[in-house]
C-alpha cells in the first residue's frame, strides 16, 4: 500500500544515529527476542538524549524498530514525565511538589525557582535555557525540596542559595 | 493435575490450577461486579470494580486477576466485599457525567445498572468533573462522548489482541488519562464494531445507530449473516418494522462474541432510497411499475418462449431454499441455474467427491499449529476466520502464505512465497520441498486452506489439486474457505444444473433470471456478463433494489432483502442455519422463494407447492446428513502448465464492503478507508518501467476496455502484477478478474508498455 511505503521512507527520514541504534539494540538484548517491546522505555529515553524531545516521527520510528504499534509507544511515552513531548529549553529543571516534599518547603522553593527565572511551570525562559516543570514523586522526601536537572542529575536539599548557585551553574542569572 | 479446592460464599468447588478467583465464581454461577473483565480479552485489572473479600487477605482482592489457591476461602458479597465495591463505584462516578437520560448508552449500559445496587443516591462529589474531548474514530464507531470513559481499556484490549492491530491506546496518567487513536487517526479494522459492544458505558457508541431507538423499544430477532462463508449468528434489532441495528448473537462455535463490520452495519442498507417496492417492466424501452399478476405472466411469458435455452444466475448470499427453487426451476425448463458467478474455472465440475467445505469445525481452526494459507485475503474475504487463525498464530501456530498479494494480516507470517497470478499453481507444485515444506511437516495439526482468490483463480481446479496432493504429503486437513455466504447450500440445492455461470455467460442465452445478481459487480467478467444479457431476449431480475444498470432487464421483481425473508445458509463447516424474518418485506417485495414458487406453479410445474420456507429446506435436504455430503477430494488431475503468461497481470480483491449488494448500499461501510475508490497498485520496478509516478493517472487497458484511475505503490506485489479490485464500477469495464492488462501513463500519454 502506498501508505506504508510512505511510512517506510517517513521511518528512513527519522533514523537515529548508529550510535544511538547500538544503544538500544544493547538494551533489546537484555530481553528475549520476543519481547524487543520491553527495550522501549530505555529507547525512547536514548531517543531523546539524540533529539531533545520526542517528536511524533522519532516515536513512530522507535515503534517500527521494536516492531510495536505506534500508538503503544505513544502511551509509554506520555505515561511518564520524564519524556519531553515538546522541545524543552537547554535544561530542564523538575521540582518535586508532591505532599511530603510540598510540607518540606518545596512549594517555596518552587516560588523562588519562578521568581528566578521568571517563567512558570512548563515555560521555557526566553533565551531558551531554562524550561521549569512540575514533577511527581521522585523517592526522595527525605531530601526535599529536590530538583532534577534534565531528568539525570538530582540535587536535594534545595534551599533558596542552592537553587541560586544551580541556576548560577547552568549559565542563569 | 490436581483441581484446586475454593469456597465461594460457603459453596465449595474445584477448579483446575491457573485459574482466577473470577472463573471460579463463573463456574459456580454467581456474579461479581466488573467492567474491564471480559473472558475474552487479558486480565487488566484496571476497574476494582470485582474487589472480593479472601480469608487471610489483608485488604480486598480482585477477582479477575487473583489466582485461586488451594483451600481459599471467598466471600463476594459480605460486608467488606460490599464496601470495597460501593467504595469503587463511589470513585468510578466521580469523573463519570450523572446524566443516563440523555446518554445514548442508557438503558443498556454496564455502569447504570451496576451503579443502581453499588451506588449511593446521590453524589457527594461536590468539585469539577474532568471533560474529554471527543474523538473522530471513522464512521462507524463514535467517540463522542469520552468523559463517559471509565479507563477499563476493554478496547484497547481488543484492538491489540482480537482485531490484531492496535489502533487505540490510553495516553497520559491519573485522571489525565484517555483513550485516542494515535495522532487522530481512525480506527479501520473490519472487526471495529465490536468495541462499541465491549464498552461498559455510553463512551464508544454506533454512529448509525446513534439515539435512533432505545434498548426497550426494540424486538429481538435472531438472524445468520448473509456475508461471508462463517454464518455469523445476529441478532436483528427491529422498531416499527425497520431494521435498526445488528448485533453479535453468541455462539462459541461459530462467531463466539464477535461479528464483522460488515455484518454488522449492512442493515443499513435496507433502509436506503433505492429499494425496489412494486414490480417493473419494460414498456417501450422504459421500465414502469406494474403489479405482480402482470410482472409474473410476463415472466412465465418470456421464460416459456425461451425454454430450454434459459440460464439462471443466483447470487452465492441466496437461501438454500432460494437455491433448491431456482435449481428446480432451471430443471423444469430444461436449463441451466449455477450460483458461482466470480468462479472462472470449472473444470472440477463432475471430478469432485462431495462438496468442497472447510474440512474442520470453524472452532478447529483456532486449534491448528501449522497452517499453509493459499490465494486468500482472508481479512476482506472471512474476517472472523482471521481472527482465529490470528488466535492460533497467537498460541504458536505458524503460518505460511503462498499469494499473489502480500496485504497485512495483521498476525504473524512464518514464510511467505508472493508469485503472480499466472505462477500460483506452479508455486503450489514447488513446494514439495523447501522452508514450507519443513514447517508444515513439524507440526501437529497442519491444514491448508485455499481462500477466494484461489478458488476464482483460472487455475482453480489445478490449484485444488495440487493441494490436495500436498495435503496427503504433508497429512494435513485441506480446506475451501467458501468464496459464498451459502456455497454449500448451493451444492445441496443441486446447483450448478446444465451448465456453468462461466458457460452461461461466454455462449448467451436466449432468456436469463437474475437472483440477487448485479452482473456488473458480482461476476467474474462483468463485461461478458452485461453483453451476454443485453443480447438475450428476456432478462428477468429479482432483486431487492432498483437496477443499477437500467437496459438489460425486462422485467424487475421486487424481492425480499436480507433480514425480510426466512430461510437457511449452510456455512463453511456445513452448518446448517435457518432463520426467519425479522421485518416484513418493504413495499410489495416477496420473499424470493415464495416468487420461485409462484413463478413455478404459474408455468404448470410440478413440485414447487410449499407453503412454508422449512418445506421448501426439508425437501431440499430430503432427510440428508450433510456432513456426510462434504469432501474436499477432486479426481483432477494435478499438473499440466498453463497457457503462456501474459507479461503484466491483474491480481483482483473483491474489496470487504464491495462484496454484495447490502454491503455496496450501506453509507456507513462505504465511508470507511477500506472503501476508497481502488487504486492501480504496483510496485515500483513495474511503476518507474511505466514512467509514472504514485498518485498520478494511468490508463489500464485489458481485452475488454479501458479505464483511467491513479496509480499507486505496494512493494509487496510480485514483478508484472496490477492490482486493481474487482467489484467496483470504476474498474468494471476492464472485465475478467484475472488475466492480461496493458498500462500506460494518462497525463501526457507517452507511457511504455
Known amino acids: ?57 522519532t516515536m513512530d520510528f522507535v515503534a517500527g524498530y521494536l516492531g510495536m ?49 521568571k517563567v512558570d511551570f512548563n515555560e521555557t525562559t526566553p533565551d531558551g535555557n531554562f524550561t521549569l516543570k512540575e514533577g511527581e514523586c521522585m523517592g526522595a522526601c527525605a531530601m526535599a525540596p529536590v530538583i532534577l536537572v534534565n531528568n539525570k542529575r538530582m540535587c536535594d536539599y534545595m534551599s533558596h542559595e542552592k537553587i541560586d548557585a544551580l541556576i548560577k551553574e547552568l549559565g542563569g542569572e | 493435575m490436581s ?55 489483608p485488604k480486598p482482592l480482585p477477582a479477575c486477576a487473583t489466582p485461586v489457591t488451594d483451600g481459599m476461602k ?29 446518554c445514548d448508552q442508557g438503558g443498556e449500559c454496564q455502569l447504570q445498572d451496576l451503579a443502581v445496587g453499588y451506588g449511593k443516591g446521590e453524589s457527594r462529589y461536590q468539585e469539577e ?62 472487526l471495529s464494531g465490536n468495541m462499541i459492544d465491549l464498552c461498559p458505558v455510553g463512551a464508544l457508541t454506533s454512529k448509525p445507530f446513534r439515539y435512533a431507538a432505545r434498548t426497550w423499544e426494540l424486538a429481538r430477532r435472531r438472524s445468520v449473516s448473509p456475508h461471508d462463508s462463517v454464518g455469523a449468528n445476529l441478532v436483528v434489532q427491529v422498531k416499527q418494522n425497520r431494521v435498526l441495528r445488528v448485533l453479535p448473537l453468541e455462539n462459541e462455535d461459530v462467531n463466539e462474541c464477535w461479528i464483522s463490520d460488515r455484518d454488522r452495519f449492512s442493515y443499513e442498507a435496507l433502509n436506503g432510497d433505492d429499494r425496489l417496492q412494486r414490480p417493473l417492466v419494460r414498456r417501450d424501452g422504459q421500465l414502469q411499475e406494474t403489479d ?107 503460518i505460511c502464505v503462498v499469494h499473489s498479494a502480500d496485504d497485512d494480516l495483521m498476525m504473524p507470517v512464518a514464510h511467505r512465497i508472493i508469485v503472480r497470478p499466472s505462477d500460483l499453481p506452479g508455486a503450489l507444485d514447488g513446494l514439495e520441498e523447501g522452508e514450507i515444506a519443513q514447517i508444515m511437516q513439524s507440526g501437529e495439526k497442519a491444514a491448508i486452506i485455499l481462500g477466494n482468490f484461489a478458488q476464482q483463480h483460472p487455475d482453480a481446479a489445478r490449484i485444488h489439486a495440487s493441494a490436495e496432493s500436498l495435503a496427503r504429503r504433508w497429512n494435513a486437513c485441506l480446506g475451501v474457505l467458501g468464496d459464498a455466504a451459502n456455497g454449500i447450500g448451493g451444492y445441496l440445492a443441486d446447483l450448478p444444473v446444465g451448465a456453468s455461470a462461466g458457460a452461461m455467460v461466454e455462449a448467451p442465452r436466449r432468456a436469463y433470471m437474475l437472483l440477487n445478481t448485479e452482473p456488473e459487480f458480482d461476476v467474474a467478467d462483468p463485461v461478458r456478463a452485461l453483453r451476454a444479457l443485453r443480447s438475450a431476449d428476456f432478462v428477468v431480475s429479482l432483486s431487492p433494489f432498483r437496477p443499477g444498470v437500467e437496459d438489460y432487464a425486462h422485467v424487475v421483481l421486487p424481492m425480499a432483502a436480507f433480514t425480510e425473508t426466512s430461510g437457511t445458509f449452510v456455512n463453511c463447516e456445513g452448518r446448517v442455519q435457518s432463520f426467519e424474518a425479522a421485518v416484513r418485506p418493504l413495499g410489495e417485495a416477496r420473499p424470493a422463494w415464495k416468487i420461485l414458487r409462484q413463478l413455478g406453479t404459474l408455468m404448470g410445474f410440478h413440485d414447487f407447492e410449499f407453503d412454508t420456507s422449512e418445506q421448501a429446506r426439508d425437501a431440499c435436504l430430503g432427510g440428508r446428513n450433510v456432513s456426510s455430503l462434504l469432501s474436499n477430494a477432486t479426481s483432477v488431475a494435478a499438473s499440466t502448465a498453463g497457457a503462456k503468461a501474459p507479461t503484466i497481470q491483474r491480481v483482483a480483491d ?100
Open chain 1, 69 to 117: 504499534a505506534p500508538v503503544a509507544v505513544y502511551e509509554v511515552a506520555t505515561f511518564y514525565n520524564m519524556y519531553n513531548l515538546k522541545p524543552t529549553g537547554k535544561h530542564k529543571l523538575t521540582i518535586c511538589t508532591c505532599l511530603p516534599c510540598g510540607l518540606q518547603g518545596s512549594l517555596d522553593a518552587a516560588d523562588h525557582l519562578r521568581n528566578r527565572l
Open chain 2, 654 to 753: 473483491v474489496p470487504i464492503y464491495f462484496s454484495d449488494g447490502l454491503a455496496r448500499r450501506s453509507a456507513p461501510l462505504q465511508k470507511t478507508r477500506q472503501s476508497r475508490v481502488p487504486r492501480a497498485m504496483m510496485n515500483e520496478r513495474l511503476l518507474s518501467q511505466i514512467g509514472a509516478t504514485s498518485g498520478g493517472p494511468v490508463k489500464v487497458a485489458s481485452a475488454t476496455g479501458a479505464v483511467e484511475i491513479v496509480v499507486g505503490v505496494d512493494n509487496g506485489l510480485p514483478d508484472g502484477c496490477v492490482r486493481l479490485a474487482g467489484a467496483h464500477s470504476s474498474t468494471a469495464l476492464l472485465g475478467a478478474m484475472f488475466g492480461e492488462l496493458s498500462i500506460e501513463r494518462a497525463d501526457d500519454g507517452a507511457g511504455a508498455r
Open chain 2, 292 to 398: 405482480w399478476d402482470t410482472a409474473l405472466g410476463e415472466v412465465a411469458a418470456g421464460l416459456r418462449k425461451a425454454g430450454k435455452d434459459f440460464g439462471l444466475l443466483a447470487a452465492s448470499s441466496s437461501t438454500l431454499e432460494e437455491f433448491y427453487l431456482a435449481s428446480r426451476l432451471a430443471k423444469s425448463l430444461g436449463g441451466a441455474a449455477d450460483f458461482r458467478l466470480r468462479h472462472c474455472d470449472f473444470s472440477a465440475d463432475g471430478k469432485r467427491q462431495g462438496i468442497p467445505w472447510l474440512g474442520m469445525p470453524i472452532a478447529e481452526l483456532q486449534k491448528l499449529d501449522r497452517v499453509l494459507l493459499v490465494g486468500s485475503f482472508l481479512r476482506h474475504d472471512q474476517p472472523l476466520l482471521a481472527h482465529r487463525l490470528r488466535q492460533a498464530a497467537k498460541a504458536g501456530a505458524k
Open chain 2, 129 to 190: 468533573k474532568r471533560v474529554v474531548f471527543s474523538k473522530n474514530l471513522g464512521p462507524l464507531v463514535a467517540a463522542e462522548e469520552m468523559s463517559r470513559c471509565i479507563q477499563c481499556t476493554r478496547c484497547v484490549r481488543f484492538g491489540a489482541e482480537i482485531a490484531g492491530t492496535m489502533e487505540l491506546g490510553m495516553i497520559n496518567r491519573g485522571e489525565h488519562s484517555e483513550i485516542v487513536s494515535f495522532v487522530g487517526q481512525t480506527v479501520d479494522s473490519e
Open chain 2, 74 to 102: 471467598v466471600r463476594t458479597n459480605s460486608l467488606a466485599a460490599k464496601n470495597a465495591q460501593n467504595g469503587v463505584m463511589e470513585f468510578l462516578l466521580i469523573n463519570h457525567p450523572l446524566d443516563c437520560p440523555i
Open chain 2, 3 to 57: 483441581m484446586l479446592k475454593i469456597e465461594i460464599d460457603g459453596s465449595e468447588l474445584e477448579v483446575p490450577h491457573g485459574s482466577t478467583v473470577m472463573d471460579a465464581v463463573n463456574k459456580l454461577g454467581t456474579y461479581v461486579p466488573h467492567f474491564c473483565y471480559h473472558r475474552k480479552l487479558s486480565i487488566a485489572a484496571n476497574c476494582r470494580m470485582c474487589l472480593v473479600e479472601v480469608e487471610k487477605a
Open chain 1, 1 to 57: 500500500m502506498s501508505e506504508i511505503a510512505a511510512a517506510t521512507s517517513a521511518a528512513r527520514a527519522n533514523a537515529l544515529s548508529d550510535a544511538s541504534l547500538a544503544r538500544i539494540d544493547r538494551e533489546i538484548a537484555k530481553y528475549p527476542p520476543e519481547w524487543k517491546q520491553s527495550a522501549v522505555m530505555a529507547a525512547l529515553s536514548i531517543a531523546q538524549d539524540e533529539r531533545g524531545w520526542l517528536s511524533t516521527e
